[in-house]
């Protein structure tokens, strides 16, 4: 599944991370499952039809393809790279300090990634493993 490559027309980094979600809601059947029960700032939502962006607990990542083994699919919303976001949106460059916030799970997070693996991972192991190994010199996360 290719989200988010540069090739893709889908692909907007104005667009709501949402309603990313919205896209598979025939497979989600509830939007229940885009929550994180460690999450205490969002709440779930019973259906699709006011579902927004305070609904979900997880990041899109605007570059992922499954071809690219290490690339972010998805993941916990506590990743930072220090500085404000602006419009949702986090560019990580491979250079970057970059790592989980207390918010969630403890400077940790769990993140999908292009192999179709789900993995909880510290800051220390995203910044030393996945970040440099995505394949790309910058990953674009939307966040909600």
């Given at each position: 599944?290719n989200?988010g ?24 059947g ?21 579902f ?47 790592g ?23 800051s ?6 996945i ?14």
């Amino acid at each position: 599944m290719n989200i988010g490559t540069t090739n893709n027309p889908v692909v907007n980094e104005a667009t709501p991370v949402y309603q990313y979600f919205q896209l598979i809601s025939n497979e989600l059947g509830t939007p229940k499952g885009v929550i994180c029960p460690n999450d205490l700032k969002r709440k779930a939502a019973n259906d699709f039809t006011n579902f927004n962006n305070g609904n979900v607990s997880y990041f899109i990542g605007l570059d992922s393809n499954e071809n690219l083994p290490q690339s972010m699919v998805s993941g916990d919303r506590n990743i930072t790279n220090g500085f404000a976001l602006k419009d949702g949106l986090l560019a990580i460059a491979t250079n970057q300090m970059v790592g989980f916030t207390d918010e969630i799970h403890l400077k940790q997070g769990n993140i999908a990634l292009g192999d179709g693996s789900v993995q909880q991972v510290s800051s220390a192991r995203l910044r030393s493993e996945i970040i440099p190994n995505t394949g790309f010199a910058t990953n674009r996360i939307k966040l909600p």
